[in-house]
């Protein structure tokens, strides 16, 4: 599929009850609470197209995560915006949506049981494009990456491999539908750069889809992570190319290198 998917334009202004967006729409944070939590993509999604989000903030003393899918619901339509994502808004229909885990939200082919888990990724790291049926999806924004330290040199390698769990903090989380041949759509959920496979099959295209984030319970906050299409950027390449050849972050700082490509391979 042609990469040419326009970039995420921020979270719509209409929001569950307890959740506040900051000035470029682009960070959301359930301010009480641990539900009305729910948040939407701005724009329809364009087949293909990630919208992805980076957990930032952890809430201890409640139970549940981030959840996450789509909807054919105009929010603005709303005329009250549902408590919950599960199952307020799926019960209004035309709705899908899955709580964040690597099991329990993929579907068989033949639409029976829950297929099973997906082997690990066997391409490399460093491959710029995830696959998704024909789609291709640059690589380097999909994983999360810790905050530069003692010890992300290691976290950063946790976070590569997926060991661990899916809602840990600075975990990215994206969701995207493929169009079929029939018509319909497939749904996929990709956590840190792995593709959870379909977590639901014919979804009709006839109405926009929009996406839908619900900043539940022990997820506190989250934020935009713009997605480029495209072939990567001579500053991507630059520091992926960095990245693999240093053990600690924190050694960029040694090296000859502008200050604003050193920030870049250090914190994003």
């Known amino acids: 599929m042609a ?9 719509h202004c209409v929001h569950g009850a307890n959740v506040q967006l900051d000035a470029s729409r682009m960070r959301a944070t359930r301010v009480e609470s641990f539900a ?34 789509l909807t054919a619901h105009d929010p603005q339509s ?8 599960l199952p307020d808004l799926v019960n209004l229909g035309d709705t899908w949506v ?3 885990t690597r099991s329990h939200n993929r579907v068989a082919p033949d639409g029976g049981e829950e297929a099973p888990e997906p082997a690990p990724a066997r391409c490399s790291p460093w491959e710029p494009f995830l696959l998704i049926e024909q789609v291709r999806i640059p690589r380097d ?26 809602t840990a903090r600075r975990s990215r989380i994206g969701v995207l539908y493929t169009p079929q041949p029939d018509g319909t759509a497939d749904m996929h959920i990709v956590i840190n750069g792995q593709d959870m496979g379909p ?20 997820t506190k906050s989250v934020r935009i992570i ?43």
């Open 98 to 100: 899955f709580a964040i």
């Open 199 to 218: 977590s639901a099959r014919r979804l009709p295209t006839a109405r926009p889809l929009y996406a839908v984030v619900d900043v539940f319970a022990s």
């Open 78 to 85: 709303l005329e009250v915006v549902p408590e919950y994502s």
């Open 141 to 166: 924004a999909l994983v999360g990456r810790s905050r530069p330290g003692r010890y992300s040199h290691i976290l950063d390698e946790l976070y590569r491999t997926n060991v661990l769990p899916a």
């Open 226 to 268: 713009p997605v480029e299409y495209g072939l990567p950027s001579l500053q991507t390449l630059c520091r992926l190319v960095i990245q693999k050849h240093i053990i600690h972050r924190l050694a960029i700082d040694g090296l000859d290198l502008p200050p604003p490509l050193k920030s870049f391979c250090k914190h994003e």
């Open 36 to 69: 009305n939590g729910l948040c939407f993509s701005q724009e329809p999604l364009a087949p293909g197209q990630i919208f992805l989000v980076e957990i930032e903030e952890k809430e201890k003393g409640w139970c549940g995560h981030l959840r996450v899918g």
């Open 3 to 11: 990469a040419r998917c326009r970039l995420a334009t921020g979270f």
